[in-house]
Nanobody, 121 residues
Framework: QVQLVESGGGLVQPGGSLRLSCAAS????????MGWDRQAPGKQRELVARITSGGRANYADSVKGRFTISRDNAKNTVYLQMNNLKPEDTAVYYC???????????????WGQGTQVTVSS
């Protein structure tokens, strides 16, 4: 069994910062790509950022220059540093990770339960 647990969401004023964390635990053999998506009310879920096991990152255009994704492979944890937050960043943020639990198998994508980020004055 694999679990992803997010933390760090909350209420912040426009221009403020938050740091999200997501830790993977359970029967893990290897973790490949990790990432963050978000879903705002009434909108489809969208990619925010992804990072490979080697540290290569890609971002949605809407967050480039403001958000930074990073990971600590020793802790099976991915982070999302969010700076200069805007009201349009308000959403539930979900982390994901491609994990295999047995050597040589195809990784499965796992998701966290989501954490609310609200940007409002």
């Amino acid at each position: 069994q694999v679990q992803l647990v997010e933390s760090g969401g909350g209420l912040v004023q426009p221009g403020g910062s938050l740091r999200l964390s997501c830790a993977a635990s359970g029967s893990i053999f290897g973790i490949y790509a990790m990432g963050w998506d978000r879903q705002a009310p009434g909108k489809q879920r969208e990619l925010v950022a992804r990072i490979t096991s080697g540290g290569r990152a890609n971002y949605a255009d809407s967050v480039k220059g403001r958000f930074t994704i990073s990971r600590d492979n020793a802790k099976n944890t991915v982070y999302l540093q969010m700076n200069n937050l805007k009201p349009e960043d308000t959403a539930v943020y979900y982390c994901s990770a491609d994990i295999n639990t047995v050597r040589g198998t195809i990784p499965t994508e796992y998701w966290g339960q989501g954490t609310q980020v609200t940007v409002s004055s």
